[in-house]
């Protein structure tokens, strides 16, 4: 077990509180030793009676700045408290066993690791196909229309690295946002989400900015499960708020010409003899 400070952050919106105990307690339960920013976009504060002792931080922030924005806010905190290593939770995450004792041991072992994620799963077991490659920006639109099919299955298998053998722990340029470990020393270094995205891509530019300098590790050895709601695909409001976020990274990091972009890739499908 690591002697270093651990942090975590839950970034809340009007959610549901009996949902946040469930979380609250798995974090507490198997380490101890950890505190958790509880960051409350919501106008009111009425979950901040989740703040039950000195181990969880309540903090309202109704100004809503999105998702990055709220984390940054406590990952600020969590590097004035000299903590290591921080977790990033998304609010609809839950596990059985302890994930975050072996996370913290393999990062703790590798220093040249700057960012790891465990395996995601549906609630009904299944996997979700997080680690990515990077993406151009026919890759998002094709994910959004699957057509045609054959060509989407080709492409999807590749894109999302589903041929990979399930349980190998690997170097990759894009991890989800929605349970990830943060090496705090690299993040000093590379800097914190970037709040131009309100939310989506938040966590694909911020992995990418890492992948630069340090290795963006997916690590299946352990597992959480993630309620996965694809809100985009479901209302016309947060489908414009990607649109938004995808201009936004394709403008930073390049639309159709970006050499670092097949440079990741590249390294990334040599990892496994793949072309």
């Known amino acids: 077990m690591t002697n270093h400070k651990l942090t ?58 999105g998702f990055g924005a709220a984390h940054n806010i406590a990952i600020t905190k969590a590097i004035q408290d000299s903590s290591k290593y921080h977790f990033i939770v998304n609010p609809d995450i839950y596990f059985e066993e302890d994930v975050m004792l072996p996370m913290v041991n393999y990062m703790e072992n590798n220093a040249d690791v700057g960012m790891l994620m465990p395996q995601i799963l549906n609630t009904d077991g299944t996997v979700q196909h997080l680690p990515k490659l990077l993406p151009k920006p026919t890759d998002i639109l094709w994910r959004k229309f699957k057509k045609p099919k054959n060509a989407y299955t080709r492409f999807i298998a590749n894109y999302e690295l589903r041929f990979v053998p399930k349980d190998l722990i690997y170097n990759v340029p894009v991890l989800s946002g929605c349970f990830t470990l943060l090496n705090l020393a690299a993040v000093k270094e590379i800097g914190m989400y970037d709040d131009r995205y309100f939310m989506y891509f938040e966590d694909w530019d911020l992995s990418r900015r890492m992948h630069q300098k340090y290795k963006t590790v997916y690590f299946p050895h352990v597992s959480v499960y993630h309620g996965y709601e ?19 990274y394709f403008n930073k990091w390049g639309w159709f010409f970006d050499e670092e972009r097949e440079k990741f890739n590249r390294e990334a499908l040599a990892q496994f003899n793949h072309d």
């Open 8 to 65: 975590a952050s839950i970034v809340l919106y009007k959610t549901n509180i009996a949902e946040l105990e469930i979380l609250i307690s798995s974090l507490l339960l198997h380490i101890r030793a950890i505190k958790i920013y509880l960051v409350d976009n919501s106008p009111s504060d009425a979950l901040k009676k989740l703040a039950t002792n000195d181990k969880i931080v309540y903090i309202h922030n109704p100004s809503n700045p």
């Open 230 to 248: 694809s809100g985009a695909n479901k209302s016309s409001k947060l489908f414009q708020i990607f649109i938004k976020s995808g201009i936004n």
